[in-house]
């Protein structure tokens, strides 16, 4: 099977994820750093998924989820996905 990259998200939902991430910690007043360093993931990593440029695995959701105080179906829903 072939690996599935953000090249290949046509419809723009990574970015609408990135998004939704930036914008909930943004309102938590947290930096970029911080979040990462609360995910456990990398702030390069982050930074890529915030661009929409990764494609997150579910694991990661969760983690980042978790570091923003909700739940991963909340922050799935506020990116409209």
Sequence with gaps: MARVSAKQDKDGQLVLLGAAIRGRRVSLTLSQEALADYAEIDR?????????E??????????????????????????GL
Excluded: Q
């Design 54 to 79: 990764r494609n997150v695995t579910i694991l990661n959701i969760i983690k980042i989820a978790t570091a923003l105080g909700c739940s991963p179906s909340e922050l799935l829903r506020s990116a």
């Design 44 to 52: 390069s990593h982050m930074g890529k998924i915030e661009r929409g």
